[in-house]
């Protein structure tokens, strides 16, 4: 068995080299960085706002969202999304674009001109002022994307303070990549230097002054392993002294961030392990590896964000029907119901099935939003069944052994008496097979088809390719 576990590992991490452009080494990130008296960092969960507890997220992407491309458009979908089932509306980088060295005709959002101001292409502070007024008054709450990194190379820090920068042969650089020590190919961003307090001071008042402003509810943190985890220690006491803030990391392979500030980091792991088994590159049963693995390196109140799709895989490594093939939906519930958050890229209700475009303008067909009752039946679900609620609210995801796990991934959750038990055919096979193992007997809902079932031991289930069912009680 430990034989057989630590081979499962091994290749797992494998795997996990090939998510996105980051570097899975980042024992190099508290090197070389400066402490400061406020850091915080415990064996503890860091604070959570109550509403995160059985939360879902949604991702926008201003400038492609409508052919406005505007603040106002967003706020004018706001109560669709509200009824989609959407709890977190998270926004990606909505400040100025840096000129100087921009990638296409428009840019990148994440080569940020300035940490305290919009982009005046998505309207005004006031117009974002009242999205989250609008927001908040929905039940919606907003967290923006922050680059803490690095910044454009025409931010007012790069005349101004110089020394907020990484300097190589006293040139500043592009940003170095902490797993091999060298410059990334992100050319239209210049490296912040993590070693000068006042930029970290800097940087955490750029930050609080969105909560003080705009009243924000927390943010998604671009490339956190890039930064070194001290600083998100000093950073997150400096925020919850404005409001208690939801924070997201997008990271992975430092599990200190889950005690030095984060609530929530990215699932690249599951991610990828996903779209192997949806390509026919590895069987169902390395699910159960993957989650083995979190369990192990995690504390126990951690939980991820579990996605099919974002703007990164979106536009560099494929839409939904080229990642997941056919069984794309299968996937989406499968991530809807594991332990996590499932994130709702912008589209996806409307069967989003193009690359957006990240430095141009390429605006989203919304269509029907034919997609919007499967996401709904889902998102619903996960509000009012607490063994699908986040981290230690939550109820674990329990195997249950069938005669195909090759093919077949199911399990079931429970958290006191709520429950919820999954069955996918994750193949492009037809497949009959038998239930087995316990704790998952009785009688329940099936969400998509309302139909009424008994489960137990023994029960044959027949499945069509990529077919899927959830059960609740």
Request: charged letters at 20%.
């Amino acid at each position: 068995m430990i034989k057989s576990l630590l081979a499962s590992t091994i290749s797992l991490f494998l795997i996990l080299g090939a998510c996105r452009n980051q570097a899975q080494d980042n024992q190099t990130d508290n090197q070389n960085s400066t402490s400061d008296s406020t850091a915080v960092q415990t064996d503890q969960a860091p604070p959570a706002p109550e509403w995160a507890k059985n939360a879902t997220i949604y991702e926008v992407n201003t400038r492609q969202f409508s052919q406005a491309g505007t603040f106002k458009a967003v706020t004018q979908q706001l109560p669709r999304l509200k009824e989609l089932g959407v709890d977190i509306v998270w926004f990606m980088p909505i400040y100025p674009i840096s000129q100087k060295n921009k990638k296409g005709t428009l840019g990148s959002p994440y080569a940020i001109a300035d940490y305290k101001a919009v982009n005046p292409n998505y309207g005004t502070i006031d117009d974002f002022k009242e999205l989250v007024k609008r927001a908040h008054g929905l039940g919606l709450k907003v967290i923006l994307d922050w680059v803490p990194n690095h910044t454009g190379w025409d931010h007012k820090w790069i005349t101004e303070h110089p020394e907020y920068y990484t300097m190589i042969e006293g040139k500043m650089t592009a940003p170095i990549d902490p797993g091999n020590g060298k410059p990334t190919d992100w050319t239209d961003v210049a490296d912040l230097n993590y070693d000068n307090p006042d930029m970290r001071k800097a940087m955490i008042e750029a930050m609080s002054y969105w909560l003080r402003e705009c009243d924000i509810d927390g943010f998604r943190c671009d490339v956190a392993g890039f930064v070194p985890n001290d600083f998100w220690a000093q950073l997150r006491p400096a925020l919850d002294k404005v409001k208690t803030v939801f924070m997201l990391s997008e990271w992975e392979a430092e599990p200190d961030h889950f005690k030095s500030c984060f609530n929530m980091t990215y699932g690249w792991g599951m991610h990828t392990v996903m779209k192997a088994v949806a390509q026919g590159a590895k069987p169902a049963t390395v699910i159960d590896s993957m989650v083995t693995l979190n369990r192990q390196r995690f504390p126990a109140w951690y939980y991820q964000m579990e996605f099919t799709q974002n703007h990164d895989e979106n536009t560099w490594n494929g839409t939904l029907n080229e990642s997941f093939k056919d069984g794309a939906d299968a996937f989406i519930v499968l991530s809807s119901t594991l332990e996590g958050m499932p994130l709702v890229y912008n589209g996806m209700e409307s069967n989003l099935n193009k690359r957006l475009a990240f430095f141009e303008k390429d605006s989203i067909a919304w269509g029907t939003y034919a997609k919007t009752d499967f996401f709904k039946s889902l998102l619903t679900l996960k509000h009012r069944n607490r063994a699908l609620w986040n981290g230690l609210a939550g109820g674990k995801a329990i195997k249950i052994p069938t005669g195909s796990d090759d093919q077949v991934y199911a399990f079931y959750r429970q958290k006191d008496n709520d429950r919820v038990t999954v069955i996918l055919n994750l193949s492009n096979r037809p497949v009959t097979t038998q239930l087995a193992g316990a704790g998952y007997e009785g009688t329940f809902l099936e969400i998509f088809t309302r139909s009424s079932s008994e489960l137990k031991p023994g029960l044959s289930v027949t499945l069509k390719p990529w077919e899927y069912r959830v059960y609740t009680n």
